[in-house]
């Protein structure tokens, strides 16, 4: 049953994962809104580990809202079930406002909404798919070589802006009108993997090629870019899973909530390009 308390400007806000794509976007956006941040993460000074349950209750602790976000993705295995204990805990803590990162089209992240929704919390969820930051933030070695890798043929998909979703976030965190909302974002159109290429071609006026591959070969490939191997299957895995085609529509839940348009793959490629994201290093002079 929903309290539906308002969670005022300045109140504090746990952000999970708070160094990745979305959680400092995030961050950055309430501390402008004259909020408090708790950032937390394994390695920040809030100490936040999904796989130690010991370090959720002091993260809590004198916070009024929390922005969720699991790693290394909803989709694995038992995700739900600790993501379960956590909105136990937070409300064992005092804390009802909980605003969940979800994602599009997988069964494990569906079945952590669930867990959310039938919970006595203030819940928002936002169900995102591919990020366009990936390219840049994520992955920016291939691109940067010219190439785009990925573990599917010449998929489509509206791929979504970060900034975007840090802003629904944001107005989910801060307006109580969105308590018991699902938010399904999207960009404003379907891309192929190819017309991606052909986009960031023109942003770092470079050739970009899309290559296709097995989820085998990328696990190896971005296993070797640093990823432990686990982790390095899981992520292919969910990319194959987020580009088979299940998520090939575009919804308005962008506009919905901010009153405007998804920001589009060729404005976040320029975007990019012009701050140096996909810059080749300068040769060293000796």
Known sequence: MQKNTP????????????TGKTGRRVAD???AAGGSVKAASRSSEVHFDWEDPSSWAPALQDVDAAYVTYFPDLAIPGADETVGEFIDTALANKVNRLVLLSGRGEEGARRAEIRLQESDADWTVVRCGFFSQNFSETFPDPVRHGVLPLPTGDAVD??????DIADVVVAALLDDSHIGQLYELTGPRLLTLSEVATTLTEAIGRQVTFVPMSKEAYAADISEQGFPGEVATHIADVIALALDGRNAFVTGDVEKVLGRPPRDFADYA?????AGAWDLPVASVI
């Open 270 to 274: 320029r975007s990019a390009a012009a």
């Open 29 to 31: 956006r309430l501390r």
């Open 158 to 163: 509206p791929f979504l802006d970060a900034d």
């Open 7 to 18: 969670v005022p400007s300045t109140a504090t806000t746990l952000v999970i994962g708070a």
